[in-house]
């Protein structure tokens, strides 16, 4: 058994994001995400292999997503699923507080 707290020890996140995969396995990846103003650079765009579901957990955010007219502004509480291959990217975080996202990546959405 393993217990903890996805909000204690935040590392100091101003110089660069961290990531910390929390669970995996050979189907999925599960991480925690800190951000504190980062973004994604210039001109840069996430394309990734496999589908993600995010859910921003503190902190607040910015992402654009290809083919969306609109930033999608990210509060606590609001999640996303992306697709693979599913263009975006990180166009703000929060700046005076760590925004803290959970990440799920796997292979195959399972059908409900």
Sequence with gaps: MEVGNLFECLPDCREGEDFEILLASSDFRLERIVSMG???????????????WVILLRGAAGLSVEGEAEIRVMNPGDYIYLPAHVR?????????????????HHGSRASA
């Design 38 to 52: 980062q973004i994604t650079p210039e001109g840069e765009w996430f394309d990734q292999d496999k589908h993600e």
């Design 88 to 104: 975006h990217r990180v166009e703000w975080t929060s700046r005076d507080e760590e925004t803290v996202w959970l990440a799920l």
